[in-house]
């Protein structure tokens, strides 16, 4: 009988051989093509790399002002380092004098870095903080070194210096874009982070090869050819980011209850299994006498009970439990894992807090309580009848004085005496 398994890693291995002649053709190809450009035309890509970006982030923002935070700060950055490399190239035709050219390049691209650092900052985290722009301390201090100094007029020190400040920012870049991804795991969070990761290898390279490091690796002309790629894919994926940003805020919107901050009805039905195990569980409470809280202190102090009630029942659920308002002063709970008499200690756990709020309202104090419906599946079942199930349980403990939990499929006094059996 033939070795399958020698079959199998034989297979993989021609994959592997076909994958690396891919990579290194393509890189042969890119090598040529960086090999083929004059200065002139790297200088061109360069600005207009840039150019674009700026463009991007500046329309952007102003078709959308209220759109991810440092996208200003961006569309400056990728500005100044635009001018820059024009100004660098307007230098290198000695169109100006090579103190003015050299100083201002290299001025202006260290700030634009700065910059570029700021709005990545803002953009990962969506807040602008204060000292945002003390990254600026760093470009000045280069700058006035650089006019005690005059080093910016040796093209090895200049290129070196200026490489080194945009290494710094794109590390700090990069480091911000992948650590803020557990408040925000979008996907195109990870590939801005790795164009910018890329961004900061080929610019150490650059480093290197400027510094005089006997052993880098790579072409210098080819790693800044790289570069000017890098810098469309960081505008490119931080558009996208914006876009998915944008459309996770609306999604959210379209599925949270505006007054109470917890999902809504639309949300909560898509959340049950279209059949459901043993141990799913659905609660339903209902605030007791919603209408005469909204009769003595108005709508105001009705939506201050609503949001109370739904932060409580919040805190007392767990991340993974589903909890949305219904509708009125009706809430439902989705959890999994339970048994009538673990539900019912849960219930009425929400049922003692809500009645242990005190709120104050103007100079008057609410006290609430909740009339608790539960449903626990017994095997496979459908939403529908669950939700029928509970709504019922819910009928019967208003209609038994309001103010406790009745669980459904249970006589009232054995749901009341739950607690005491356990």
């Known amino acids: 009988m033939p070795d399958t ?53 500046a329309y952007v923002k102003w078709q959308s002002p209220q759109a991810s935070k440092g996208l200003g700060a961006l569309a400056a950055g990728f500005l100044l380092l635009a001018i820059a490399s024009t100004v660098a190239g307007m230098g290198e035709r000695n169109v100006l004098p090579v103190e003015v050219w050299t100083l201002a390049s290299f001025s202006v691209g260290i700030f634009g870095y700065a910059a570029i650092w700021v709005g990545t900052k803002r953009l990962s985290s969506d807040e602008i903080g204060e000292k945002d722009w003390y990254a600026l301390i760093l470009p000045c201090l280069f700058v006035v070194i650089a006019i005690a100094t005059r080093f910016h007029l040796d093209n090895q020190s200049r290129g070196t210096v200026f490489n080194a400040n945009a290494f710094i920012f794109l590390v700090a870049s990069t480091v911000k874009i992948l650590r803020d991804h557990k408040r925000e795991a979008l996907s195109a969070r990870y590939l801005l982070g790795a164009s910018l990761a890329v961004a900061s290898v080929l610019t150490g390279l650059v480093l290197m090869e400027l510094a005089g490091w006997p052993h880098a690796p790579g072409d210098i002309k080819f790693n800044f050819f790289l570069l000017i790629i890098c810098h469309f894919a960081v505008a490119l994926f931080t558009l996208i980011l914006v876009k998915e940003r944008a459309e996770l805020g609306l999604r959210n919107l379209l599925e949270t209850d505006v007054l109470t901050g917890v999902k809504n009805r639309r949300w909560f039905y898509s959340q049950l299994p279209a059949t459901l195990s043993t141990g799913d569980c659905l609660i339903i409470l209902d605030i007791d006498h919603f209408k005469r809280v909204n009769d003595q202190y108005g709508h105001e102090g009705g939506d201050v009970a609503l949001e109370a009630v739904a932060q409580e029942i919040s805190r007392q659920l767990g991340p993974q439990d589903a909890v949305a308002r219904l509708g009125g002063e009706e809430f439902g709970i989705f959890v999994r894992g339970h048994t009538k008499a673990t539900a019912f200690v849960l219930a009425e756990r929400l049922r003692v807090a809500v009645r242990l709020l005190h709120l104050t309202y103007s100079t008057s104090t609410i006290s609430l309580s909740i009339s608790v419906g539960v449903g626990v599946s017994e095997g496979l079942q459908s939403p529908e009848e669950l939700l029928k199930a509970t709504d019922q349980a819910l009928y019967s403990a208003k209609g038994h004085g309001r103010n406790q939990v009745f669980v459904a499929g249970e006589e009232p006094t054995d749901s009341m005496h739950f607690c005491e059996n356990l």
């Open 5 to 57: 398994r020698f079959g199998k890693t034989e297979s993989m291995l021609h994959q592997m051989i076909k994958i690396s002649r891919y990579k290194r053709l393509i890189y042969c190809r890119l090598l040529r093509i960086a090999a083929a450009l004059d200065l002139a035309t790297i200088l061109l890509l360069h600005k207009s790399s840039f150019l674009v970006g700026a463009i991007c982030f």
